[in-house]
């Protein structure tokens, strides 16, 4: 059974970085075919898709977020995970982290991290 684990604080000043590391277990982050995904949901905006980490460890990012956006792996560990530069209040929302099957024409999310809150606050 695959599970995902975000960890990171909860907490980050504005104009901090915005760390999360996401811990997979029962499937290596290399499996031809998977990739790793960072999304976030906020009550303002919704979900949205912050970039990804493929199997071969090539990243990907959202346009509107890549020049705040660092993704990183480290297969050893079998993590991957997200810095988010300068923060800002906007950026409060719910982390996840997800497990997307990209092949050909199917691309489905099939796993995904519980989620974890994190608050730009003074």
């Known amino acids: 059974q695959v599970q995902l684990q975000e960890s990171g604080p909860d907490v980050v000043k504005p104009s901090q970085t915005l760390s999360l590391t996401c811990t997979v277990s029962?499937?290596?982050?290399?499996?031809?075919?998977?990739?790793w995904h960072w999304i976030r949901h906020s009550p303002g905006k919704g979900l949205e898709w912050i970039g990804g980490?493929?199997?071969?460890?090539?990243?990907a990012y959202n346009p509107s977020l890549r020049s705040r956006t660092s993704i990183s792996r480290e297969t050893s560990e079998n993590q991957f995970s997200l810095q988010l530069r300068s923060v800002t209040p906007e950026d409060t929302a719910v982390y996840f982290c997800?497990?997307?099957?990209?092949?050909?024409?199917?691309?489905?999310?099939?796993?995904w991290g519980q989620g974890t809150q994190v608050t730009v606050s003074s």
């Open positions: 980490i493929t199997y071969t460890g090539a990243p």
């Open positions: 997800a497990r997307k099957f990209i092949m050909g024409a199917i691309r489905e999310y099939d796993t």
């Open positions: 029962g499937a290596a982050i290399t499996t031809t075919y998977y990739h």
